[in-house]
């Protein structure tokens, strides 16, 4: 019995070392990450995208005041006249707004296609793009004031869309009716995003 009890006092003991010889120890650090928000609008500056790959100028010469909506000079229709990239990194909406010549406010118009993301081959966004003013119109065109009015709202799909952002596909055309014949005029039209939350 002694000799029994002794043998297994010596494998405890064994034992114990061999369990302490490969016991693991474990430290930790701790880390901070701070993710800055992003929002900018830029020209997509490619020109197979768009028709003003820096954004302008845009014009129309010639024009006849018997017709009802007339095109930019030199457009060609499979393109945006303006493409616009916006980033973000949360919820953000887009306004427009024209300031110059007080015979073109409400007569330059612009129609907004949906948006789509630029790093998901091009899908669709599901925010929201802005109604049209004319009552008889079945086309989506907007008129751009001099005050400063909404035209897009970003959706669930494309409020974070960094790195590569959204591309907003705006076309422009005129409404000359009312406006002074005769003369020259201009102005320009501001793109704005800003955070909606």
């Given at each position: 019995m002694k000799k029994l009890s002794l043998i297994l006092s010596i494998m405890m003991v064994i034992g114990?070392?061999?369990?302490?010889?490969?016991?693991?120890?474990t430290v930790s650090s701790s880390l901070s990450v701070s993710v800055i928000n992003i929002?900018?609008?830029?020209?997509d500056g490619?020109?197979?995208?768009?028709?003003?790959?820096?954004?302008?100028?845009?014009?129309?010469?010639s024009v006849d005041p018997?017709?009802?909506?007339?095109?930019?000079?030199?457009?060609?229709?499979?393109?945006?006249?303006?493409?616009?990239?916006?980033?973000?990194?949360?919820a953000w909406h887009a306004?427009?707004?024209?300031?110059?010549?007080?015979?073109?406010?409400?007569?330059v118009n612009l129609y907004l296609s949906q948006p789509n993301l630029r790093d998901v081959g091009g899908t669709?966004?599901?925010?929201?793009?802005?109604?049209?003013?004319?009552?008889?119109?079945?086309?989506g065109w907007m008129p751009?004031?001099?005050?400063?009015?909404?035209?897009?709202?970003?959706?669930?799909?494309?409020?974070?869309?960094?790195?590569?952002?959204?591309?907003?596909?705006v076309s422009l055309s005129l409404r000359p009716s009312g406006i002074p014949t005769g003369v020259g005029l201009g102005g320009s039209i501001t793109y704005t995003v800003t955070y909606t939350v």
């Amino acid at each position: 019995m002694k000799k029994l009890s002794l043998i297994l006092s010596i494998m405890m003991v064994i034992g114990y070392f061999a369990t302490s010889v490969f016991a693991a120890t474990t430290v930790s650090s701790s880390l901070s990450v701070s993710v800055i928000n992003i929002l900018s609008v830029e020209f997509d500056g490619d020109a197979a995208n768009s028709n003003f790959p820096t954004g302008g100028p845009v014009a129309w010469t010639s024009v006849d005041p018997s017709q009802d909506f007339i095109r930019p000079d030199g457009v060609v229709l499979a393109k945006a006249d303006i493409a616009l990239i916006v980033r973000s990194t949360k919820a953000w909406h887009a306004s427009v707004l024209f300031t110059g010549a007080a015979d073109l406010n409400g007569k330059v118009n612009l129609y907004l296609s949906q948006p789509n993301l630029r790093d998901v081959g091009g899908t669709l966004t599901n925010g929201s793009v802005t109604s049209d003013d004319y009552g008889d119109s079945a086309f989506g065109w907007m008129p751009i004031y001099t005050s400063s009015r909404d035209i897009y709202w970003s959706g669930a799909n494309d409020a974070n869309n960094v790195p590569n952002g959204v591309f907003m596909g705006v076309s422009l055309s005129l409404r000359p009716s009312g406006i002074p014949t005769g003369v020259g005029l201009g102005g320009s039209i501001t793109y704005t995003v800003t955070y909606t939350v």
